[in-house]
């Protein structure tokens, strides 16, 4: 069995390393903040100059177009987007749903089944994962 000082050293350890990541992830921003304004001001010199590449001893700026399309909001555009990669046989390949979404709508489902059915199942749900995760506090303050 562990004594309090090994559960203290290792909680401590976790504090230390906590505050790290959180100071990391501010640096991270800052450089990426900076990052994004040079790549920014490149791209205006790029076009200013009429220069699609410009190669040097320190690497390659250049700047391309992405396209990218995004769900509709409105009600019926979406029933159009849905009807059409279902006539393409497309829907089950591309329609999902993202996993947090469907795990937090099947919590409240659950939920709210609780005193009418407590061994209701949302249907299609075949297997509920349950896992148990370590969770770390930090001291409160004050």
């Not at 990541?21 to 001001?41: F, G, P, T, V, Y």
């Not at 791209?43 to 040097?56: F, V």
């Not at 177009?65 to 829907?91: C, H, I, W």
């Amino acid at each position: 069995m562990a004594n309090v000082a090994e559960y203290k050293d290792k909680i401590k350890r976790i504090q230390d390393l906590e505050k790290q990541w959180e100071d990391n992830e501010q640096q991270k921003k800052i450089i990426n903040a900076e990052l994004d304004s040079l790549r920014i001001d490149v791209m205006k010199m790029l076009k200013s100059d009429d220069i699609k590449k410009m190669d040097t001893e320190y690497g390659t700026m250049s700047f391309y177009n992405r396209t990218s399309v995004s769900m509709p909001s409105d009600p019926e555009k979406k029933k159009q987007l849905l009807g059409y990669l279902e006539a393409e046989g497309l829907f089950d390949e591309m329609v999902t749903v993202h996993p947090g979404k469907l795990t937090s709508f099947y919590n409240t489902q659950v939920e709210a089944h609780k005193e009418t059915d407590p061994f209701w199942n949302m249907p299609g749900i075949d297997e509920v994962k349950t896992t148990e995760l370590p969770r770390y506090l930090p001291p409160k303050k004050g």
